[in-house]
């Protein structure tokens, strides 16, 4: 599953059952289990609190299901064979929101025994089925009929229209299939699922396996029936109906590695087929990469990519039918190249999951990460191969510098997560899994070899197809495919625990001219944490370059100990660069490395440069690093290679907004010497610019737009933003590129008055174009008057507008710098109102609200109000203390630090 991010960001259902990490059957007390003797039925009396009991195991599925997206629920049969180890007199599984007209079960010889279903036994839809008469050990067949409301949160089977037409979906990860059928909803499973089903004529039906034929009945109705899939999880289960446009593509051509062709579609709302094209011409191209790399054939016998109109996520792997959100897919004119680029990387992310994630699952959610981490460093791989030198090779680390954020918390969550409850499954869609979970696959691979990483990944591959793996399956993979057991110790330092290595480096230099290198180790922490630095430890792949009289040298080792020391054979180093392979941990060093490392930033990789970038900028939150190297630091980066320079700037601007308004031209001053020279060379060849140009153009162009001396920029912009949504006249859509459109719209917004305000409000209420819509949205909620932002909330109440966009406006409100204490307010008044209509994936994320303010007393404030309210977004827990923490630390570092940025840019002496 893919976090659009903006991610994005990105995020997983929340349901609210208490999920006991590797909690069996046998950890319910002997009291629960009516097992006096051996031949005794099992009868579990307390529904259990995690993973289901071990007793019955589902070994394929038939659905029968009856659907129209015209109306509000659809009925179904589900037929679940099934494994008894021993009698039951009972059988627990899940079923949510649905009401069950009979279940019985059926036995080999033909027997039928009758159930009595009773659900909503603990929360998430844990349910039991007592039977008239004891099951025999064995094979046997549920059978449950039942009727259920097509969801409304974008969770399960649900609905959602554009246009005025009414189209059906699924989103099943985690834990929400148990909303569209009843069953054994965990990913240990893994089984054939065979569907039927019947819908109005005139509907597409897309489901995870080929169509075998269709029957035209006579009430105007179809029935759609499906091959049985390969084996897979209830997660992976998709079905799309509705009037969706479809695209036959060209099958995927047989190759080296795959004997067959694949069949290949795209489907997308009416009207949007053509936006296909794009993300369906690169597909082989991926698909081929990927089974080069696996060294094994597309596991699904077709392949569906559907762009549906309202989805939770960025998009979802689910088996030979993958799912987007529209604007995660389709490409348009009006699709800037920083959007087409996210979106062939979410592609090529979708598509490495059929293999890790579908092929090879994890036995249970403390692992997501095997799928989600390798997706993403999967997906970069492979946008580098078909798209060399466009920087997608330092991708994963440029998604692990942004996920320090999170990981410099106390609260800060470890890779591998454990699972005590179902809050817990929400958490490890984050940060924290996708792109520091891909950043240090891309060190173990740098440490390893591509060779060696890549054989443990083949044989990770052949060991655990169609079946479930732990990660100490993959670590033994790892371990056996390289030849290396021991990255394994290393490995697991990472994942098993939260935080970032900090390596304080010395340099030093004795009489005689020998040179040692020392090492201390650290976990990194901002001023005002409250975590112990010296609390823990990694094994760090360490790499070192090293400038001295004999030149530069890369130094490795595996730093186990608290302090390394290195001599230095050579002589004395003239500088050392810390991290010379783009790892996974900061560094800080003496004043006179730090200028020497500036000093020739030019002779460093683009990836030490974005290293050193993150660690001085880090260092100087801690408190070890001065003002004016940051800033000199940045003035480096700025004439670097464009992800660099982006990143320069884009550490710039977050400090500009830092300082208080009566200290900014300082900043201005300092941000048009830095970037207006680079600006004014690119837009000089602006028609001759390659793509890593383009995209760094656009980021200064929106970063001096913010910063610098552009009030005759931001003037023309708002002018182009009124023309682009119509306040004199028809919108004109050629008004606003795609690269300037969410700066048009905040200037527009800013400059352009009542007038402004009501036509883009009216342009996102008409417009079909999904992504255009929410930053409209989003750019108002931040950027209205007072006024306006009150009319604004009550507009979202309206019915115009979904669930998830009166969400987005109400949590956007708050960086409504402005007004943020009239935002607060109505946050407060409209809340129990929004919160109703939310998504549930997105309840639990609402606390982080919090991270918006930054001083004590708004800080405290919020935080009760959602301590209080906390009923209304169940696992809000860990959004709230991180939220919580973040806002104190950026509390911290106004006190501690902006003073001393203000001197450094008015060129004070630091004391």
């Not at 950890?27 to 007793?55: F, I, K, R, Y």
């Not at 507009?795 to 409100?813: I, L, R």
Request: hydrophobic fraction near 40%; charged fraction near 25%; include cysteine.
């Amino acid at each position: 599953m893919s976090l659009n991010r903006f991610k994005t960001s990105i995020l997983a259902t929340a349901a609210s059952l208490a999920l006991l990490a590797g909690c069996g059957p046998n950890d319910a007390g002997e009291a629960d289990v009516a097992q006096s003797a051996e031949n005794e039925p099992v009868s579990l009396e307390t529904p259990p609190a995690g993973q289901l009991p071990d007793g019955v195991t589902p070994t394929a599925y038939r659905l029968d299901l009856v659907t129209d997206p015209a109306a509000d629920s659809f009925s179904g049969t589900a037929e679940i064979d099934i494994r008894l180890s021993a009698p039951h007199d009972r059988i627990w599984l899940h079923s949510l929101e649905q009401t069950i007209e009979s279940a019985t079960v059926r036995l080999e010889d033909g027997t039928e025994i009758e159930g009595t279903f009773e659900g909503a036994l603990a929360d998430g839809g844990v349910s039991k089925i007592d039977f008239a008469e004891t099951v025999p050990e064995g094979k046997a067949t549920l059978v449950i009929e039942y009727t259920a409301p097509y969801n409304k949160g974008l969770a399960g089977l649900y609905k959602a229209t554009q246009n005025d037409r009414p189209y059906l979906a699924t989103q099943m990860e985690p834990i929400d299939a148990r909303r569209m059928f009843p069953g054994f909803d965990e990913p240990r499973f893994k089984t054939p699922w065979t569907l039927t089903v019947t819908v109005p004529t005139g509907n597409q039906v897309i489901a995870n396996a080929p169509l075998t034929g269709t029957t035209q009945l006579d009430n105007g109705m179809v029935k759609h029936s499906f091959a049985a899939t390969r084996q897979i999880q209830s997660y992976l289960v998709a079905l799309a109906v509705g009037p969706y446009d479809m695209r036959e593509g060209a099958p995927l051509p047989a190759n080296s590695i795959r004997a067959k062709q694949v069949p290949f579609r795209g489907f997308a709302p009416a009207g949007k087929g053509d936006q296909l094209k794009v993300a369906m011409d690169i597909t082989d191209e991926m698909v081929d990469q990927q089974e080069t790399y696996f060294d094994y054939p597309y596991p699904y016998a077709k392949l569906d990519i559907i762009a549906v109109p309202d989805f939770a996520y960025g998009a979802m792997e689910n088996a030979g039918a993958i799912i987007y959100r529209e604007a995660a897919l389709l490409v348009s004119d009006r699709t800037s190249i920083d959007r087409r680029r996210g979106i062939l990387t979410t592609h090529a992310h979708e598509l490495a999951h059929q293999w890790f994630g579908n092929l090879v699952t994890p036995e249970w959610w403390n692992d997501i990460w095997l799928n989600e981490a390798f997706a993403t460093w999967m997906s970069y791989k492979t946008m580098d191969e078909i798209y060399p030198d466009q920087g997608y090779d330092r991708a994963p680390q440029r998604r692990g510098l942004a996920a320090m954020g999170s990981d410099s918390l106390k609260n800060a969550r470890q890779i591998r997560n454990p699972i005590e409850r179902n809050a817990d499954i929400n958490d490890a869609f984050d940060g924290i899994t996708y792109s520091k979970g891909g950043h240090v696959l891309a060190m173990f691979e740098s440490y390893l070899g591509a060779e060696e990483f890549r054989e443990g990944m083949r044989l990770h591959m052949k060991r655990f197809e169609d079946d479930a793996a732990n990660v100490d399956d993959f670590m033994q993979s790892l371990a056996d495919g390289s030849g290396d057991t021991g990255v394994v110790e290393s490995f697991r330092s990472f994942i098993f625990q939260p935080g970032i290595p900090y390596l304080n480096v010395e340099a030093t230099c004795s009489e005689d001219e020998t040179g040692l290198i020392t090492v201390s180790q650290q976990r990194y922490a901002p001023l005002g944490s409250e975590i112990n630095p010296d609390g823990q430890t990694w094994q760090v792949p360490f790499a070192m370059r090293v400038s001295g009289p004999a030149g530069d040298e890369v130094v490795r080792e595996m730093l186990t100990d608290t302090v390394t020391e290195f001599p230095l054979e050579t002589g004395c180093a003239d500088w050392v660069m810390p991290n010379a392979t783009g790892g996974y941990w900061r560094f800080t060093t003496s004043t006179e490395n730090w200028d020497a490392l500036i000093e020739n930033f030019d002779v460093l990789s683009a990836a030490e440069q974005l290293s050193l970038l993150d660690s001085v900028t880090a260092a100087f939150r801690a408190g070890d690093a001065p003002a004016s190297a940051v800033l000199r630091a940045l003035e480096a980066g700025a004439t670097a290679e464009w992800d660099v320079a982006s990143a320069s700037i884009s550490r710039a601007t977050g400090y500009y907004s830092s300082l208080p308004e009566e200290d900014r031209s300082a900043m201005s001053d300092w941000a048009e010497a830095t970037y207006r020279p680079v600006y004014d060379a690119l837009k000089a060849r602006e028609d001759d610019l390659d793509q890593g140009e383009t995209l760094l153009l656009n980021d200064l162009y929106g970063g001096l737009l913010e910063m610098g001396d552009m009030e005759d920029e931001r003037a023309a912009l708002a002018e182009r933003a009124a023309a682009f949504v119509g306040v004199e006249g028809e919108p004109d859509p050629s008004a606003v590129s795609p690269e300037e459109f969410a700066a048009a719209m905040k200037y527009g917004t800013q400059m352009g008055g009542e007038d402004f305000y009501e036509a883009a409000l009216d342009y996102a209420r008409t417009t079909d174009a999904q992504r255009e819509r929410r930053i409209v949205l989003a750019v108002l909620a931040q950027n209205v008057d007072e006024a306006q932002l009150e009319a604004l909330y009550e507009e979202m109440s309206g019915e115009d507008w979904q669930g998830q966009e009166a969400w987005s406006v109400m949590q956007q409100s708050l960086n409504n710098e402005a007004n943020r204490d009239k935002a607060w307010a109505l946050y407060q008044a409209s809340f129990s109102d929004v919160i109703a209509r939310t998504p549930e994936i997105r309840k639990a994320q609402t606390a982080g609200a919090v991270a918006s303010f930054c001083e004590a007393d708004k800080i405290a404030e919020s935080r009760d109000f959602f301590t209080a309210n906390s009923d209304a977004i169940p696992g809000y827990e860990r959004s709230l203390a991180q939220a919580e923490e973040a806002a104190n630390l950026c509390a911290a570092f106004r006190s501690e630090k902006v003073g001393e940025l203000t001197a450094a840019l008015s060129g004070e002496t630091e004391e």
